[in-house]
């Protein structure tokens, strides 16, 4: 119960982190390779404004999850408008990399390399779940991914904005025939995408240590939570998350936690090679 519950907190930082990329590739077919790496700088900024500015922890949160917003739309406007020109051009897959390693050396010179953790909002006690003790931290992790789930399906179904990305997302003519702006359009997605991963890097602070290298790692567990579930399925991609989450902190558990990476891994390579569409992926096609 101890590691289903911990896996299912994990795993919900995953989904959000994940769900970045289906925003961005189903508006523009295009991914930011550092994703990874806007959840540090949501982390580290987090880390900042409690610790230096003495924010309370909520307040600094949502300022986390606006810088990586802000960052987000800088990454459309430097390493994607520009070099996505067309759908075969891939030379924005570099451009979002070679971004991602100027933050990590530009954070690794501001906050140096070692590994910080911020005092929990809700104390170190812990909780006695079915006979798994949990630490209250680890269980706030919950409640406010599914909140920041709950503001992601309002924005998409009731703001104008969530609606015109649907627009863009489900027919980029059309919506660009009724007046919808794409360039705008793709810059909210990617803002929005920034906005997930800041507060998934802010939310993991009291419980997990982070630092300015830890964005390669989260990058590669959400593309590959995304490429198991289907970069066209939100729901799959929440869900793929969750069970990945629960097997990488099972495996650890009772098996050997040198081997948990390899769990998503193994995955991607068995889904690629039977449904390169992901599990909850659609084939597209093309009437002529």
């Known amino acids: 119960m101890q590691a289903l519950l911990s896996g299912i907190a994990?795993?919900?930082?995953?989904?959000?982190?994940?769900?970045?990329?289906?925003?961005?590739?189903?508006?523009n077919g295009t991914l930011n390779m550092g994703q990874g790496h806007v959840v540090m700088l949501g982390a580290m900024t987090m880390w900042s404004f409690v610790t230096l500015l003495e924010l309370p922890f909520f307040v600094a949160l949502l300022?986390?999850?606006?810088?990586?917003?802000?960052?987000?739309?800088?990454?459309?406007?430097?390493?994607?408008?520009?070099?996505?020109?067309?759908?075969?051009?891939?030379?924005?897959?570099?451009?979002t990399v070679a971004l991602a390693i100027i933050l990590e050396d530009v954070a690794l010179k501001?906050?140096?390399?070692?590994?910080?953790?911020?005092?929990?909002?809700?104390?170190e006690g812990t909780v006695n779940i079915f006979g798994a003790v949990l630490f209250y931290k680890e269980l706030l992790i919950l409640p406010a991914s599914g909140l920041i789930l709950l503001g992601l399906y309002l924005f998409y179904n009731k703001w104008h904005w969530g609606l015109w990305l649907r627009a863009a997302a489900d027919n980029r003519t059309a919506a660009v025939l009724m007046g919808i702006s794409h360039k705008k359009a793709v810059a909210v997605a990617f803002g929005i995408s920034g906005l997930l991963a800041g507060l998934a890097g802010g939310l993991q602070t009291p419980t997990y240590a982070v630092s300015p290298s830890m964005g390669l790692p989260m990058a590669l567990t959400a593309i590959a939570v995304a490429i198991v579930a289907g970069l066209q399925s939100p729901r799959g991609i929440v869900l793929i998350g969750l069970v990945l989450g629960v097997a990488q902190t099972m495996?650890?558990?009772?098996v050997s936690a040198s081997l948990r990476d390899s769990v998503?891994?193994?995955?991607?390579?068995?889904?690629?090679?039977?449904?390169?569409?992901?599990?909850?992926?659609?084939v597209r096609t093309v009437k002529v």
């Open 10 to 27: 994990i795993g919900s930082l995953f989904s959000l982190v994940a769900l970045g990329f289906n925003i961005t590739y189903v508006v």
């Open 63 to 95: 300022l986390a999850g606006a810088v990586g917003a802000l960052f987000g739309v800088i990454v459309d406007i430097v390493a994607v408008r520009r070099f996505a020109t067309s759908d075969a051009s891939i030379s924005w897959l570099l451009s």
């Open 110 to 123: 501001y906050w140096g390399p070692e590994e910080k953790l911020l005092p929990s909002p809700v104390g």
């Open 251 to 254: 495996i650890s558990t009772y």
């Open 264 to 282: 998503i891994y193994i995955a991607v390579i068995a889904v690629l090679y039977f449904r390169p569409n992901g599990l909850f992926g659609r």
